[in-house]
């Protein structure tokens, strides 16, 4: 045994250290992987809020010439593109991750290594999707980019290419996470913690993580047709040869519309966490809050061509998907009302993360007006590519989604890092954005009304639209100054915040029951349950307090030297790189992708051979 | 070699719902396959009869030669069922038996495929031709596709039979490489149906 097989084994030996740049490379600890994905979508978010922030300057006064308007396509396609598949999404993610096995009392997720091979994937992607800049031009027909185009007669640099791969192993990523949350969420959770009983955010990743492996299947097809057309001379989108372009617009909303969802309902899980425990009261209407995400997971099908109603179909369509839009508004009321009724009559603390989830619920409740408005047919042909729609998504999109990301940050940064983050810097922060949202993104109602389109370069003086031009400019300045002073915070907070202790906020949920940081074994036993709002309960309710159960042998030995945790691993790294191989072999030269997909292959074969889970003494 | 005895790290504790992660897993992921597929499917369906020059369906299709490698990949899923009735019973041998007849039946039902393409490709019909071409060969390709994932998976499953000794786990993998066959199956008699057959009477 000591010649061959020693020598393989030293070369393929596990990855074992705990600090520095391997163990992080290698880490499949959904605590750092939820940290990785912060970080990185933070990044991603100054790319994308730099691309918003060059558009503004260029729209600031009319005629400018800041940009040129092939640039101006490239900006405004990778800022949606970026801020959809690398920002909000990865931010939900990095929820995910840090919090929901922590929430269910879970010690990991279910598939460790399948999780880091989901953020490795993500991130190749998002690097792929960005290196377009300096590889021959970023993609430029819009963030759903419209057959037909995309299509190599109207667009042939390869800007289009990196799109469809980027898409697709962004796809890939989030598809292994959503199937690897799905099975977590129904088979890791702590003994008692029935499908009711769990908190709020659990069940909108549920939620979330079904209507993720679910739609991008679908936006995958179209991607794939897009591709074959583009590379291989097929006829989708040719109307000379019969195809239609309206094709690819009924497959994109398909999943378009469900991954507005996608982003949307994260947001709500973390509003349901933060409101009730900074109000002092259970959250009003659990049930009919879980039941109305639910609805909303299903009716978000049946609306996509509320983005088409103005492409000619028939009135019938027209009329049917009006309808299935304006039903949606129901059950989104009804989460507000709910959210409205656990402030009220609560002991409301106003701590920077219960401002940002009032200033969600404020924000969102505009632009869920907006969309309402929109799902009027006859009004929305006024509407249709105009300012108006852009500030309809910036108000459930920023004032929405990345509000409740902030109230999220500031409500688990104590956890993630045992420090909590600055208040007094939190609340300057909270006005700022608050105030430099609406003077950013309200005038765009009345420019679109006024008649301005949206993705359009310049505009003439004389038009009238150079005064709320300027003003919105201003008001993503205050955004930008806002989003300086969180860094700031972030790291002072790190260096020398006040320490948090387990349970800062006084918390309800079973993350704030063990360490901040949480040990990598998160706890020690397995947490019994026995009611909604466990930890709470057991700090202040009747029922029993949270037992220990015997799960493993670790129960006798509470510094946790007896739990057997997954191993980190080398192959989900090597995995998710030769997907982007592959996928820069697809764009450049084919020999790469095959390259590409034997290293894939070769990494699926040794994950699949090595254990999961080291034994204690390898000897 | 040393053999280290190691539950995996799911069967050391109770699942929530009892079934084995790995099994949900298999189970939702071919809900996103569901998607997949039907995603290709309703692209088949728009486009059918809408191509502008031939050839056309019933120019091309033989249907005596697609049922025969439709029975081939039929009968291939009766010999899944039978090695995974062995291995649960535990007898190895005859699970090799039964694994490996489904890999040939598999990759002989590729073999059909890759005969027929070149057919079509000889009577003129490529992704190019028209629409029929276009959404045709990237369904049926796909679906191909599926199938040669399917028969390396089988043919690993077979070859680690040899190195190492089976257990309730491995006996779990067999599970789901049979759940994605019958899958992958299935599929193919909605495409047989709706492409082949229903192609061929409309006259495309």
């Known amino acids: ?619 | 070699m040393e053999q280290v005895h190691l539950k995996g790290h799911e069967s050391e504790h109770e699942t929530s719902l009892g079934i084995p992660h790995r099994k949900l897993l298999i189970w939702v992921f071919l809900a996103s396959e569901c998607m997949f597929f039907g995603s290709l499917i309703a692209t088949y369906l728009v486009y059918q009869g809408k191509s502008l020059v031939g050839p056309y369906p019933h120019d091309v299709f033989s249907i005596p030669i697609t049922s025969v490698s439709t029975f081939v990949l039929l009968v291939s899923s009766m010999s899944m069922v039978l090695a995974y009735s062995a291995i649960s019973r535990g007898n190895i041998k005859v699970f090799r038996i039964w694994i490996l007849s489904t890999a040939i039946l598999g990759a002989c039902f590729i073999g059909f495929q890759v005969f027929e393409f070149r057919e079509f490709a000889v009577e003129g019909l490529t992704p190019r031709t028209n629409l029929f071409g276009t959404t045709f060969f990237t369904l049926t390709g796909f679906h191909g596709a599926h199938v040669t994932v399917g028969v390396i998976w089988l043919l690993s499953i077979f070859g680690f039979s040899f190195f190492k000794k089976f257990t309730s786990a491995d006996s779990l993998s067999v599970d789901l490489v049979a759940l994605y066959w019958h899958f992958v199956d299935v599929v193919w008699i909605v495409i047989f149906t709706v492409v082949y057959l229903i192609g061929v009477v409309e006259g495309g």
């Open chain 1, 1 to 619: 045994m000591t010649t061959l097989g020693n020598i393989i084994n030293g070369v393929t030996r596990r990855p074992t250290g705990e600090y520095g740049i391997w163990s992080w490379l290698t880490t499949i600890d959904h605590k750092r992987i939820g940290i990785l994905y912060g970080v990185t979508a933070f990044v991603f978010f100054l790319f994308g809020g730099t691309e918003a922030y060059i558009m503004r300057l260029q729209l600031s006064q009319s005629n400018l010439s800041l940009v040129s308007p092939e640039l101006y396509n490239q900006l405004f396609t990778m800022h949606g593109t970026t801020m959809v598949f690398l920002v909000v999404m990865p931010f939900a993610a990095a929820f995910f991750n840090f919090v929901i096995p922590l929430m269910i009392g879970a010690r990991d997720v279910a598939f460790p290594r399948l999780n880091a091979f989901s953020y490795w994937t993500f991130l190749g992607g998002g690097i792929l999707l960005n290196s377009s800049w300096i590889l021959g031009g970023a993609p430029n027909a819009g963030w759903f980019g419209y057959a037909n185009i995309t299509s190599l007669e109207f667009n042939s640099g390869n800007g289009i290419d990196f799109w469809i791969v980027g898409l697709v192993l962004l796809g890939t990523a989030s598809i292994a996470a959503g199937l690897n949350f799905i099975v977590t969420i129904l088979n890791l959770r702590a003994p008692g913690m029935t499908l009711m009983r769990m908190p709020v955010f659990v069940w909108m990743t549920l939620v979330t993580s079904f209507l993720i492996v679910l739609a991008f299947p679908v936006i995958t097809v179209a991607l794939i047709e897009l591709f074959m057309d583009r590379s291989f001379g097929t006829n989708y989108f040719t109307p000379e040869k019969g195809g239609d372009p309206l094709l690819w617009q009924h497959l994109f909303w398909l999943f378009g519309h469900p991954e507005v969802y996608i982003l949307i309902l994260p947001a709500m899980g973390i509003v349901s966490e933060v409101l009730p425990t900074f109000s002092r009261k259970p959250l009003f209407g659990y049930s009919s809050i879980v039941l109305a995400g639910i609805a909303i997971g299903f009716m978000g099908w049946g609306v996509w061509s509320h983005h088409m109603f103005t492409v000619g179909l028939e009135a019938a369509a027209n009329s049917f998907f009006s309808i299935a839009t304006m039903l949606i508004a129901i059950p989104t009321g009804i989460k507000i009302f709910n959210w409205i009724c656990t402030i009220w009559g609560g002991a409301f603390r106003p701590t920077t993360s219960a401002l940002f989830a009032i200033g969600f619920l404020s924000l969102f409740i505009i632009g869920g007006l907006s969309g309402v408005m929109h799902a009027v047919p006859t009004s929305d042909y006024q509407q249709q590519d105009t300012y108006f729609v852009v500030a309809h998504l910036h108000y459930v999109l920023f004032g929405g989604a990345i509000m409740a990301v902030l109230s999220g940050v500031y409500y688990w940064f104590p956890k993630m890092t045992g420090k909590l983050l600055n208040e007094t810097l939190g609340k300057i922060n909270f006005w700022l954005i608050f105030i430099g949202m609406n003077v950013g993104f309200f005038p765009m109602h009345f420019l679109g009304m006024w008649g301005m389109p949206r993705r359009v370069y310049t505009y003439d003086a004389g038009m009238g639209f150079d005064a709320l031009n300027l003003l919105s400019t201003i008001g993503v300045t205050i955004l930008a100054i806002a989003i300086m002073i969180f860094i700031y915070n972030v790291f002072k907070s790190l260096r020398d915040g006040e320490v948090a202790g387990n349970d800062p906020w006084d918390g309800r949920t079973l993350e704030w029951s063990i360490s901040s940081p949480p040990p990598h074994y998160n706890f020690a036993t397995i947490p019994v349950v026995n009611s909604r709002d466990a930890f709470w309960e057991s700090k202040y309710g009747t029922n029993a307090p949270i037992e220990g159960v015997s799960v493993d042998s670790a129960d006798e030995n509470e510094n946790g030297h007896g739990i057997h945790m997954p191993s980190p691993s080398y192959y989900p790294l090597i995995a998710s790189l030769g997907q982007v191989v592959m996928g820069y072999g697809f764009i450049f030269n084919y020999a790469l992708a095959v390259i590409g997909g034997l290293i894939t292959v070769a990494a699926v074969y040794a994950w699949s051979l090595e254990p999961a889970t080291e034994p204690d003494h390898d000897e």
